[in-house]
Nanobody
Framework: VQLQASGGGLVQAGGSLRLSCAAS????????LGWFRQAPGKEREFVGA????????KIVDSVKGRFTISRDNAQNMVFLQMSNLKPEDTAVYYC???????????????????????????WGQGTQVTVSS
């Protein structure tokens, strides 16, 4: 399994970036692909995900309205479109894949619907996003 994230960079506050994640070596219809980020000195946090089969997406409230997730079925790629970026979005962004749905708190950040989240077992290498003020 390979997950190759790209598209990070340095951008001014208010700018946009689109992160890409190319997935190979797995049958995507059984997976959710997620985006996570980790800022310096902070724990990794879930940003959002897409369930490949059906295309259901989830974006956490803290970035809702600014970030969106989409996919390209033909190229086995998932994207994180980020707009109106803020300095607090500075982090290493990771894509991950998981095929195990487990229960979570209904309505929590990682709830993909009906109180289930995914366990992510496969991780990409991360791409740095730096937002200057």
């Amino acid at each position: 399994v390979q997950l190759q994230a790209s598209g990070g960079g340095l951008v001014q506050a208010g700018g946009s970036l689109r992160l890409s994640c190319a997935a190979s070596g797995l049958t995507l219809m059984y997976y959710a692909l997620g985006w996570f980020r980790q800022a310096p000195g902070k724990e990794r946090e879930f940003v959002g995900a897409i369930i490949w089969s059906g295309g259901r997406t989830k974006i956490v409230d803290s970035v809702k309205g600014r970030f969106t997730i989409s996919r390209d079925n033909a190229q086995n790629m998932v994207f994180l479109q980020m707009s109106n970026l803020k300095p607090e979005d500075t982090a290493v962004y990771y894509c991950a894949a998981g095929d195990r749905a487990v229960q979570t708190t209904y309505g929590s950040d990682d709830d993909m619907g009906n109180g289930f989240r995914y366990e992510y077992d496969h991780w990409g290498q991360g791409t740095q996003v730096t937002v200057s003020s």
